[in-house]
Each structure stands twice: as structure tokens, then as C-alpha cells.
């Protein structure tokens, strides 16, 4: 798929060479196959030797998406995915929100939180973000709500309840999302105690 497989069936030769070019594109969007670690077993290997910054043995194939559509995209470029939300708290994630926070500028992450976007039993995220620049960049971020509903207008509901958060405050070994008065509050207990 788009030069993640080596022999990708259903996608023309002129396609497939379009996106192995790199840096091609002002904006990419994609809703990245859900299809778990354990259903890709024998893909590990390929995709390993493709050296992929974010690869891990036990990672979704969605990953992998994220890290080829920033190559794909221009400086400044733009990439809005829905996947799964895993790769937020999953240990295997820990490469993926590294590469996030390094490579690009996060400018939106939408968590439903275990609101069903589509019929299949996936906690969904979307994800907006900049090839480039981190510096200084503030992320926001909106944590979908029990009173969420499908009859909620979702841009109405992100102005009134997102939050911004500095990029460079966020864990790679989690992305938790708070106001700043949470984050320090957690900071702290992290100090204090001991990780189970």
C-alpha cells in the first residue's frame, strides 16, 4: 500500500511511483487499516528491513502509515490521519509519539475516548499535524466528552473544549493531555512515587 508493501496489487505503477517520491505532497489524509500486530506477523520482517524509525515488533500497521505520509509530504505540509488512539498510552507507541514530537508540529489531536466513530471496536483518534518546525508549538487537543453525541457539531465542541498544550511538554512514554495545573500535579506525583 503505497509503498509500504513491495508489490502493492490495485494500485497502478504511476500511483505507486507518485508515492515513493518524497516530500510530494501539501496535505495527506488517510484512514489507515486497522489491522492488529498479530494479523501482520509475517510483514514484521519487511517492514523492519525498510528501517522505519517508528518500528516495533508488536505495533499495528497503522504506525507505519503515519511515518509514511510525513515522508511523502512537502516542508510544511500537512497530514490528517483517524486511527486507532493506542499508539497514545501503548508501550509499543513510544517510537511513534517520539517521532511525532521531534519531526513534526502537532496541531490538533482529537481522543474520543471510546466513542464509537465507526461500527468496529476501535478507540479512534485524529490527528493533525505540520511537517516541521516543534519549537515553541502548542498543540490542541480535545478529549471527546460522555455528553458528546452524534448530533454534536464537532467544531462547536472543540472551540469549547479543547485545551492547549506546549509540544514540548508532552511524555513520550505517554501522551497524557491536561492543563498546565494537571500536568505539574502529575509531574509531581511521578516524582514522588513509584512507578507499578
Not at 504506525?63 to 501503548?90: H, P
Not at 509519539?97 to 502537532?106: G, M, S, V
Not at 511538554?169 to 491536561?178: E, I, L, P, S
Request: with cysteine; hydrophobic share 35%; proline share 3%.
Amino acid at each position: 500500500m503505497f509503498g509500504i508493501f513491495p508489490s502493492d496489487r490495485g494500485v497502478s505503477a504511476s500511483a505507486d511511483g507518485v508515492f515513493r517520491d518524497k516530500g510530494s505532497f501539501d496535505i495527506v489524509i488517510a484512514n489507515p487499516p486497522y489491522i492488529r500486530q498479530e494479523d501482520i506477523k509475517e510483514l514484521k520482517p519487511l517492514l523492519q528491513s525498510q528501517r522505519y524509525e517508528v518500528f516495533n515488533s508488536t505495533s499495528d500497521i497503522y504506525t507505519y502509515f503515519y511515518e509514511k505520509g510525513w515522508q511523502v509530504l512537502k516542508q510544511d505540509g500537512l497530514l490528517c490521519f483517524i486511527s486507532s488512539n493506542k499508539w497514545m498510552r501503548a508501550k509499543y507507541g513510544e517510537k511513534l509519539r517520539r517521532f511525532f514530537k521531534e519531526k513534526t508540529a502537532l496541531k490538533q489531536i482529537i481522543d474520543f475516548n471510546g466513542y464509537k466513530v465507526f461500527d468496529a471496536t476501535v478507540d479512534t483518534n485524529i490527528l493533525l499535524f505540520q511537517k516541521g518546525e516543534t519549537t515553541s508549538n502548542v498543540i490542541n487537543i480535545l478529549n471527546i466528552q460522555p455528553d458528546f453525541t452524534k448530533d454534536t457539531d464537532i467544531n462547536r465542541y472543540f472551540e469549547g473544549h479543547k485545551l492547549g498544550m506546549k509540544q514540548s511538554a508532552m511524555d513520550t512514554k505517554c501522551f497524557t493531555f491536561g492543563n498546565a495545573a494537571v500536568m505539574e500535579l502529575k509531574a509531581k506525583i511521578e516524582k514522588a512515587g513509584v512507578p507499578l
